[in-house]
């Protein structure tokens, strides 16, 4: 046996998983000659319960063979793959050819009963199974039987049946244990909603100055982001801002009186990582906003951004943390052509073991306000050995907590990242636009990365605003979210998508006027009352989302065929065995991805992937419109992007 899976490579981590994630068990098993062989998977849950799962061959001529187990449980699962002579098998296919052919029937027939005689010697059986396996050893030696009743006895399934689940196993061999990392549930599976508590209540003041809002104005949003569906609210930096080199609007360094800065330049005369901006309100006002979110459904997760302004604590009393430069300064942060002349990168080469304990404390410390969620800003510019240390520690003592890397990077640190124990990552997602783009990236995503990196496919942030959404209008909206809300089982939005904001600052891939930078004033129930806002979409996806257990996967991805370079056609299927409400769920997502196009179009599917014969024909329910259509494998469609870019279609008849 060689090449199991789940695996990450190099084998120095172990692989994850999380709670009803229907994982492949797949490794390579062959034998000499032409007996048949079987392999199982034996699984050893975290409370030590033991399971055994019969694979079944690929079929690809590499000797592949895969299951798919659904762990119920969190924490470490250790399983071996275990192959084995399959004597019944072997049997089974040399009588169905040449009883057949009426060749060696009698000796066929005598193997068969003797095959049968030693599964009825075997206690364990039930004795409803032991009984029918000697009737039928009993037939297979009676001469008056004819060879075409024999053959029947040959191809029983219900016998055959027997056999799979109690098989007459001989020369086994046995794999290496294994180790499989099952995660919450959360870990996995999320619609992420993104906003700045300080726009959330924001009033500007008759002398033309802004009152911030506070985390009780904040809270008011919450009922809201709820109803649209959204489960998990992340919060950019919460902490004070540093005056020193503030930036002003759209990343000036003039910043006028009451320009609040960027949350990102952390720390000042107010304290660090380990407080929050007194604007805001105090550290029991933000326990009070944590539980208001936890009470509409609704997990926080808090930003955690490994740097300083120069304002900060840390620049006083720990000034070897920095990267100081030959004329005696500090070196500011830089991702060129940007500037931050506002934040002060750490430096992990300088008193590792002091920034370790310094960035443990913080964490614990938002734990304990009942934090559970961390986006970790920018970990590819920190040691990897570092974040390995940090979540398994963290880990170890909180194992609900989750670590989303945000990391647009090249791919071996951003892999690498997930690798040490990234619950989830940003991708390249955001930049994957055109039909064939986005083919290969989903593909990728659901089967070559599938063991170690969980994506979340946010469509936009604070400082991404792609050339796509610029220019393709309310269509490109529309269609970036359906892809990423199927697509993945975590997604993302940050708040004014719903508005359509769609201006960037000239020459620049982010909105203009960007609230990194200034208070942001929203009208959110005055556009939805106009038609104006993206709102109801967005509640239909995140709706369709938790009817449909498929979309809650994401190994299960499938691309199909379409006859027209812009149109994308992928399916997602979960079998009724390993589905929650115990049904089948089959959702097939065909999207127009150019948004200034009408498209008419063959798709031509694989409808063997939810259970249906090629040609048979089934019902189809869009829960964009509504509307229902009788489909087969091959399918004629018009998605006029001026009303509806997407299908998002529900297979009603799926096996």
Request: hydrophobic content about 40%; proline content about 7%.
């Amino acid at each position: 046996m060689a090449a199991p899976r789940p695996s990450v490579p190099g084998g120095r981590f172990r692989p994850s998983a999380y709670v009803e994630e229907a994982v492949p068990f797949t490794v390579t098993a062959f034998r000499e000659g032409h007996d048949l062989i079987g392999v199982h998977v034996r699984l050893f849950s975290p409370a030590g319960d033991e399971s055994l799962h019969r694979l079944s061959p690929l079929n690809d001529g590499l000797d592949r063979w895969s299951t798919l187990v659904a762990p119920l449980e969190q924490g470490v699962w250790r399983f071996r793959f275990e192959a084995f002579a399959d004597d019944f098998a072997t049997w089974q296919h040399a009588a169905e050819v040449k009883i057949a052919a009426g060749v060696d029937t009698a000796l066929m027939r005598t193997s068969g009963a003797l095959l049968f005689d030693r599964a009825v010697a075997d206690k364990s059986r039930p004795r409803a199974e032991r009984t029918a396996l000697q009737g039928a050893a009993r037939a297979l030696r009676d001469t008056a039987i004819t060879d075409e009743v024999a053959l029947g006895i040959v191809t029983d399934p219900e016998l055959a049946a027997y056999f799979a689940e109690r098989p007459l196993a001989m020369l086994g061999s046995v794999g290496d244990e294994l180790e499989l990392l099952v995660e919450r549930q959360r870990a996995g599976v999320g619609a992420w909603y993104e906003f700045f508590p300080r726009s959330e209540g924001a009033r500007r003041l008759k002398d033309g100055t802004v009152k911030s809002g506070t985390f009780r104005t904040a809270a008011k949003r919450l009922p809201a982001v709820a109803a649209m569906g959204f489960d998990v609210l992340y919060l950019p930096p919460i902490h004070p801002i540093g005056q020193s080199n503030r930036k002003g609007p759209n990343n000036t360094l003039h910043p006028a009186p009451g320009d609040p800065g960027s949350p990102w330049a952390i720390g000042s005369s107010a304290g660090g990582h380990d407080a929050v901006h007194p604007d805001l309100g105090t550290l029991a006002d933000f326990r009070a906003f944590v539980r208001a979110a936890r009470s509409a459904g609704i997990e926080v997760a808090l930003d955690l951004a490994l740097q300083a302004s120069p304002d900060h604590p840390w620049v006083r009393e720990h000034p070897e943390w920095f990267t100081t430069l030959p004329d005696g300064s500090i070196a500011y942060a830089e991702n060129p052509p940007k500037k931050y002349q506002d934040i002060y990168p750490v430096n992990f080469d300088n008193d590792p073991e002091g920034i370790r304990a310094e960035v443990l404390r913080i964490v614990r410390h938002w734990i304990a306000q009942g934090v559970q969620i961390f986006r970790v800003d920018n970990p590819h510019t920190k040691p990897l050995q570092f974040w390995e240390w940090l979540i398994a520690t963290v880990s170890a003592e909180s194992p609900d907590v989750v670590f989303l890397a945000e990391a647009f990077t090249r791919p071996a640190p951003l892999q690498g990242l997930a690798m040490a124990g990234f619950q989830q990552s940003y991708t390249y997602f955001t930049w994957r636009n055109t039909k064939e783009e986005l083919a290969e990236f989903l593909t990728s995503l659901a089967t070559e990365t599938d063991d170690f990196l969980r994506p979340n496919l946010f469509v936009n942030t604070p400082d991404i605003l792609t050339e796509y959404l610029q220019f393709g209008g309310r269509a490109a909206y529309k269609v970036r979210a359906a892809i990423a809300a199927t697509a993945a089982p975590s997604y993302g939005v940050y708040a004014g998508y719903e508005l359509f904001e769609n201006v960037a600052r000239p020459g620049s891939e982010e909105n203009i006027d960007n609230e990194k930078y200034e208070y942001k004033f929203r009208d959110w129930e005055g556009a939805e009352e106009r038609g104006e806002s993206l709102a109801p979409y967005l509640r239909m996806l995140n709706a369709a989302r938790r009817a449909h257990p498929a979309l809650g996967q994401l190994r299960n991805l499938s691309v199909h065929w379409s006859d027209d370079d812009s149109i994308l056609v992928y399916s997602k299927h979960l079998d009724a065995a390993l589905s929650p409400t115990g049904a089948s769920d089959t959702v097939l997502v065909v999207a127009n991805v150019d948004p200034h196009s009408v498209r008419e179009t063959m798709v031509h599917l694989d409808t063997t992937l939810w259970g249906i014969a090629p040609g048979e024909p089934y019902q189809v329910e869009d829960l964009v419109t509504g509307a229902v259509w009788t489909w087969t494998d091959h399918n004629f469609v018009r998605l006029d992007a001026f009303t509806e870019p997407v299908h998002l279609l529900h297979v009603k008849e799926s096996r």
